[in-house]
């Protein structure tokens, strides 16, 4: 069945940039997403990839799509401590359902 | 501003007692979905609907019911809650298949004894 898996935690210094990936089994999905949660909220959306781009960028986040390997990453420019958060990456099937990874927990030290 | 709103936004409750959450968005999408995050799971789909009177079963049905009566609103319901129904409910929107971008509400903290 579809899976999307991702690493659990991932830490890094104020400044530097955070990639966080994820890999995916259903290669028709048209939609890539990846949200934003932080403590005691709900999903924010962060930002999402169609499935025919290779790069998204939207000013300090640049998303790569790799279709052939199914791999998808994000990228933090700049990572700030408002940054951290869990970051969840999700695929699309068929019927505009979302499959979730377990979330990235991202630990942005000063 | 359009949103989408569930309450409550945290719930005790004892095991076999039924439980509704509420979910209610102004957005008029003709998708709604609702989510359980658990540590280690991610999000998982319960139900989900396409429109007024249809619903359909998630990963994670057994145990929950929902209806769609209007646009607005997907209550979901736990028949005779469990322990293992203890979790964090996500209620989401979409506004149509063509575009799939979910807009999630706040959650319910439930907690089942």
């Known amino acids: 069945g579809e899976d999307v898996e991702q690493s659990l935690f991932l830490s890094v210094r104020e400044g530097d940039s955070s990639v966080i990936n994820c890999t995916y089994t259903d290669s028709s999905s048209t939609y890539l997403y990846w949200y934003k949660q932080e403590p005691g909220a709900g999903l924010q959306l962060l ?24 791999h998808l990453s994000l990228r933090i420019a700049d990572t700030q ?13 068929q019927g505009g359902k979302l499959i979730f990874g377990q979330g990235t927990e991202l630990s942005v030290k000063p | 501003d359009a949103e989408i709103t569930q309450s ?18 102004t957005w008029n999408h003709n998708n709604m979905f609702w989510y359980r995050q658990d540590l280690g799971h991610g999000l998982r789909l319960i139900h989900y609907s396409y429109g007024v009177h ?25 028949e005779s809650a ?10 989401a929107s979409s506004e149509s298949q063509g575009m799939e971008t979910q807009y999630f509400g706040p959650g319910t903290r439930l907690l089942v004894l």
């Not at chain 1, 290779?54 to 390997?69: E, S, Y």
């Not at chain 2, 249809?54 to 209550?75: A, F, H």
């Not at chain 2, 469990?82 to 209620?91: E, G, P």
Request: glycine share 4%; with cysteine.
């Open chain 1, 47 to 70: 930002t999402y990839i169609f499935s025919n781009m290779d790069m998204k960028q939207d000013q300090r986040l640049t998303v790569l799509l790799n279709k052939k390997d199914k």
């Open chain 1, 81 to 93: 401590t408002g940054d951290s958060a869990i970051y969840f990456c999700a695929e699309t099937i």
């Open chain 2, 8 to 25: 409550p936004r945290h719930k005790i409750t004892e095991t076999g007692r039924q439980v509704t959450l509420a979910c209610h968005q």
């Open chain 2, 54 to 78: 249809d619903t359909n079963k998630g990963e994670v049905s057994d145990g929950y019911s929902v209806s769609r009566s209007n646009t607005e609103d997907l209550p979901l319901t736990l």
């Open chain 2, 82 to 91: 469990a322990s293992s129904q203890t979790s964090v409910y996500f209620c």
